[in-house]
């Protein structure tokens, strides 16, 4: 079967959208979320979506499949929050495991159906590393500003229980995303490599930081240089951006970060930025016609969505993308 690393000197690929909106669709009642494994749980379970790919395994399993229809080459496993420091929330650190063993097989499973129909265009799996719910560079309490809400090694001891559930469950990659925090994700990282060496393995690693506003900084402080410069020490499949900002707002952090990086990139933006209500407006056609932008310029190798994109905005991403030629990094020049 082809790999990942062929496939992105072919083309553009199509990363998937939200899950969350997705889900919101469906909506879920506590007992749904609950199940009948987790009907007498003492914690509130509505709201923990990654929990669904136990009791609801069949809807995370229609999700993947309506995105690979719609033209995703790879689709994110349902484990954003994974982490047992995410997983406190609902005193279920005991199942980090499964919740990613579990989520990556079932992604896995819809990936080789439509791999097997289509075997020219095989489809992969990443899995989604989220940045918990902790900061391990700023305070939370801004009278104490030396205060550490979590240590280093706390997360990454959190990061590895999830990533080797995810490369037990079939992940055929793994992306540290959102990240609002490089030293977490540099947690996540220092996890990941201690995996690979331990099980003498050699899967790809997707980076996709957060530009949180204007200023062109991630949540911690970073420029786009500094972030991708602590990031780069060690060999990546792609950095990138995503979430936060809409394509139009991004493209500019984008373009810097391409003219900087031996490495493929990627983005999965917003459907532009939140109304007054939270909700986001931009259509699939408009999206669409900000993503080309991109690919006109030649500044991107993996394309998807983040917050409130669909299936019908990755369909209308696949669409473009198809036209134009993937961007060419240095040692593939």
């Given at each position: ?92 650190e005991d199942l980090v495991y499964e919740l990613n063993f579990e989520s990556a097989k079932i992604a896995k499973k819809v990936a080789e159906e439509f791999t097997k129909n289509e075997p020219n265009t ?131 952090y984008l373009k810097n970060l391409a003219t900087n990086t031996p490495f493929f990139t990627s983005t999965h933006p917003n459907a532009g930025l939140p109304n007054a209500f939270g909700e986001y407006d931009q259509t699939p056609a408009q999206m669409k016609t900000l ?43």
């Amino acid at each position: 079967m082809a790999t990942i690393w062929q496939e992105i000197q072919k083309r553009i690929l199509v990363l998937d959208g939200a899950m969350g909106t997705m889900l919101q669709a469906y909506n879920f009642s506590e007992e749904d979320f609950r199940g009948e494994r987790f009907k007498d749980y003492p914690t509130s379970l509505k709201g923990n979506n990654d929990l669904l790919s136990l009791t609801q395994p069949e809807a995370i399993a229609e999700i993947h499949r309506k995105y690979f229809e719609a033209g995703a080459d790879i689709v994110e496993t349902n484990t954003f929050s994974g982490t047992s420091i995410a997983m406190a929330d609902y005193n279920m650190e005991d199942l980090v495991y499964e919740l990613n063993f579990e989520s990556a097989k079932i992604a896995k499973k819809v990936a080789e159906e439509f791999t097997k129909n289509e075997p020219n265009t095989p489809r992969f799996i990443a899995g989604s590393i989220g940045p918990t719910n902790k900061t391990a560079s700023m305070s939370p309490d801004v009278n104490d500003p030396g205060y550490r809400a979590i240590t280093f090694e706390q997360l990454r001891a959190s990061y590895k229980v999830q990533v080797e559930g995810l490369v037990d469950g079939g992940a055929d990659l793994l992306l540290v995303e959102t990240i609002f925090d490089t030293l977490n994700a540099k947690a996540a990282l220092f996890a990941i490599e201690e995996v690979k060496e331990e099980r003498q393995i050699d899967i790809p690693i997707m980076v996709s930081g957060t530009i949180t506003d204007a200023s062109g900084r991630t949540l911690s402080g970073q420029t786009v240089e500094a972030f991708l410069a602590s990031v780069s020490h060690i060999s990546l499949l792609s950095v990138g951006f995503n979430c936060a900002l809409g394509a139009d707002q991004l493209k500019p952090y984008l373009k810097n970060l391409a003219t900087n990086t031996p490495f493929f990139t990627s983005t999965h933006p917003n459907a532009g930025l939140p109304n007054a209500f939270g909700e986001y407006d931009q259509t699939p056609a408009q999206m669409k016609t900000l993503i080309e932008e991109y690919l006109q310029e030649n500044i991107v190798n993996i394309i998807g969505g983040c917050c409130g994109t669909n299936p019908k905005h990755i369909k209308a991403i696949a669409e473009v993308a198809n036209k134009y030629q993937p961007r060419k990094t240095p040692q593939y020049v």
